[in-house]
């Protein structure tokens, strides 16, 4: 996920993503999306964060 001469920010960061995208799917089972509209915005919110 990270390249072998990684910033600690980095691997922090591609972590993150990977837990912003199970939270989200889990989290906007309240909302009226389907489940491409969840997954594109869960994939997007761990995007932003990656590139942070």
């Known amino acids: 996920m ?3 001469d990684r910033d600690p ?3 922090f960061h591609a ?3 990977l837990l912003a995208i ?3 799917l889990a989290m906007m ?6 489940d491409e509209q969840s997954h ?3 994939t997007r ?3 932003d964060i990656i590139d942070r």
């Open 9 to 11: 920010m980095a691997v």
């Open 15 to 17: 972590r993150q993503a």
């Open 22 to 24: 199970s939270w989200s």
């Open 45 to 47: 919110i761990a995007l």
């Open 29 to 34: 089972g309240d909302l009226e999306l389907t």
């Open 2 to 4: 990270t390249a072998p």
């Open 40 to 42: 594109a915005a869960a």
